[in-house]
């Protein structure tokens, strides 16, 4: 599968932004989905993840309550919806693809996504 995010920009501390993340093929509901982002000199975090049957999420505690997780398997599409938005939420942010059998299942460890998309850059202002 291949995934394209887009959806990153300049935006002021408090605003929103709402990233979003499509694959190709016709197994998108045959992959579990997370979102991970990098900041400049740091290493790549997780951010939140949904299930296949979009039944399940998780999120970092940075962002629970704030970036509400979301997919539409009709149309191929996770979204990351970005509220509330902090400087520290700046980071380029990538989408990854897990293929699991486990429709409830979700990770957040970045060695368990098998594809990843080639990042969006977010950027939060003061």
């Known amino acids: 599968v291949q995934l394209q995010a887009f959806g990153g920009g300049l935006v002021q501390a408090g605003g929103s932004l709402r990233l979003s993340c499509a694959a190709s093929?016709?197994?998108?509901?045959?992959?579990?989905m997370a979102w991970f982002r990098q900041a400049p000199g740091k290493e790549r975090e997780f951010v939140a993840a949904?299930?296949?049957?979009?039944?399940?999420?998780y999120y970092a505690d940075s962002v629970k309550g704030r970036f509400p997780i979301s997919r539409d398997n009709a149309k191929n599409t996770v979204y990351l919806q970005m509220n509330s938005l902090k400087l520290e939420d700046t980071a380029v942010y990538y989408c990854?693809?897990?293929?699991?059998?486990?429709?409830?299942?979700?990770?957040?460890?970045?060695?368990?996504?098998?594809?990843w998309g080639q990042g969006t850059q977010v950027t939060v202002s003061s």
């Open positions: 990854a693809a897990d293929r699991t059998p486990v429709p409830t299942a979700w990770s957040k460890r970045a060695h368990d996504y098998d594809y």
């Open positions: 093929g016709r197994t998108f509901s045959s992959y579990a």
């Open positions: 949904i299930s296949r049957s979009a039944t399940s999420t």
